[in-house]
């Protein structure tokens, strides 16, 4: 059976945008963003930008706006059994509008991905359709936030999370421009 995704979170100004790979069975129940109770990502939010876990959904994605974050999922809609990432069968997947949503968001300066999984689908369906100045938009893997990626206590999570908040911080001060020449320099951190 097809799974659809929610649409995106964030307005005209986002800086950054946050990538998981499709929602859960629980999240796609309720209708939210990492709605499992396990999952790491509002108790992560929480930490690091002081988004409360008992506001109301509708209030935490408003206070992520308000930071400068989007909220999105690679896929648009897949085929899997079960909740978990290894299970989305490739030849189902079909990705989100990625073109649109950047000409929408020219603001956004730098992607995270939720996990390895979103990093590659995006590596792998959506990369190669962007104009060539879409392809260099700085990228992180971040540890999945999932219950199922347990190898990671909370807190070495909101540690390796923390990276947003300097990426933030950066971007309000200077949004990204697409590099004149493909010679872009790296900056070091684990690419998408």
């Not at 005209?12 to 309720?30: E, K, N, Q, T, V």
């Not at 990502?41 to 989007?70: C, H, K, N, Q, T």
């Not at 069968?89 to 979103?118: Q, S």
Request: net charge positive.
């Amino acid at each position: 059976m097809m799974e659809t995704g929610f649409p995106y979170s964030a307005d005209s100004h986002a800086r950054i945008l946050i990538l998981g790979s499709m929602p859960g069975r629980l999240s796609l129940a309720r209708r939210q963003y990492y709605a499992h109770p396990q999952n790491a990502f509002w108790p992560i939010m929480e930490r690091l930008l002081g988004i409360s876990v008992d506001d109301g959904y509708e209030a935490r994605l408003e206070a992520l706006r308000r930071a400068g974050i989007a909220l999105w999922d690679v896929a648009h809609q897949c085929s899997r059994k079960g909740s978990m990432d290894h299970n989305i069968r490739m030849e189902t997947v079909v990705a989100n509008d990625f073109p649109e949503f950047f000409r929408r968001h020219p603001h956004i300066g730098h992607l995270f991905f939720n996990g390895k999984k979103a990093a590659e689908l995006y590596r792998r369906l959506v990369l190669p359709g962007l104009p060539v100045h879409l392809r260099n938009i700085p990228a992180t893997v971040l540890p999945s936030t999932s219950p199922a990626h347990a190898r990671l206590s909370l807190e070495q999570k909101i540690s390796a999370w923390s990276v947003i908040l300097e990426t933030l911080e950066t971007a309000r001060a200077r949004p990204y421009e697409a590099p004149e020449s493909p010679h872009q320099s790296s900056s070091g951190k684990e690419h998408a």
